[in-house]
C-alpha cells in the first residue's frame, strides 16, 4: 500500500478532503432516512449539522489518519442516547457503506467500511452490555 509522505501512519490511502466528503454525503443521506433521520434529529439541531459534521469528520480523520484532530468519547455519548439502540447499527453501517461506494476508489472503500464495521461492532456490544438486565442470563455473542 502506497503511504501518504504527509500521513505516514495513516491507516489506508485516503486524503482528507475524502474524509470530509464521505461524512458530508453521508450525513445528507442519514437527514433523509426513515428509521435513523428522526434519531438523529432528536439530538442535532438543523443549525448544528455543520459541527457535528466536522466533529465527526475529525473523529474519521484521527481513526485513519491520526491526525489528533478529535476529542470525545463515542461509547460514552451512545450510551447516554436513549434512542440509539443496537438495532440502528445495522441500517447506519449499511447507509455507510453505500455512501463509501459511491464517494471512494473500491480499495480505500472496502478499507474505510472495514474500519466502519470494526468501530460500530463495538459500539454496538458496548451499548447491548450496558442496556441488558442485570438478572438476565449473561448474552453470548
Known sequence: MAQDTQHPMQLFDITPDQVNR??????ARIRQHPELGPVFAAHIAAEEWPQHEEKIAAFWRNAILKERSYAGNPMRVHMQTDDVTPAHFAPWLGLFDEVLSQQ?????????SALAHRIGRGLRMGLEQV??????PPKLF
Open 104 to 112: 471512494l476508489p473500491d480499495e480505500t472503500a472496502k478499507a474505510f
Open 131 to 136: 442496556r441488558h438486565p442485570k438478572d438476565a
Open 22 to 27: 464521505v461524512v458530508a454525503a453521508f450525513y
